[in-house]
């Protein structure tokens, strides 16, 4: 059991890095430049940053490039396409709070712990698909450590809500 979590945890590790790094390394010009969508609220709403993707998907694809060194068989393309989906599965999470009218910030229970989480799987597809336990278990794994990180993040000052 502890092998399928650590297995898990290195194969998902780039998502979950790419998903935190905009938080420290965002900020400037909102992704959909202030646009609205047809329903006249924001696309994204001004939290996500052209710069934090950007530093998302380069952080956490840099991180494969460290696991391919310490794991010999970890797939770069892999840790690429992990940060994709998680960066791409956030602006999903963020889009569907604007269209429920929730702002920047709100919490949204499960689209915010797991949504990322089920987009970088998805992308994860065709490079190098995890097994049904192992994505069973990045799921349920994913609750706890998103939380816990995102308290600390509160507790840090790095975010102004613990969620």
């Known amino acids: ?19 935190a790094v905009p938080v420290i390394f965002g900020g400037g010009h909102p992704l959909d430049f202030g646009r609205s969508f047809k329903d006249g609220r924001p696309i994204f709403g001004p939290h996500k940053t052209p710069k934090g993707f950007l530093a998302g998907l380069i952080i956490g694809t840099l991180v494969s490039i460290g ?41 949204l229970p499960i689209i915010d712990q797991i949504g990322f989480v089920l987009c970088a799987l998805l992308f994860s597809l065709p490079v190098a ?35």
């Open 129 to 163: 698909p995890p097994t049904p336990t192992m994505a069973l278990t990045i799921l349920v794994i994913t609750i706890p450590i998103h939380l816990l990180t995102n308290l600390l993040a509160y507790l840090t000052h790095m975010k102004k809500k613990p969620w």
């Open 1 to 19: 059991m502890l092998e399928l979590v650590a297995e898990s945890l290195i194969f998902i590790f780039p998502a979950y890095v790419a998903n």
């Open 67 to 107: 696991e391919s060194l310490v794991f010999n068989n970890y797939n770069l393309l892999l840790g690429f396409m992990l940060s994709l989906g998680a960066l791409v599965g956030d602006l999903g999470g963020a889009f569907v709070k604007r269209r429920l009218d929730l702002p920047p910030g709100a919490s």
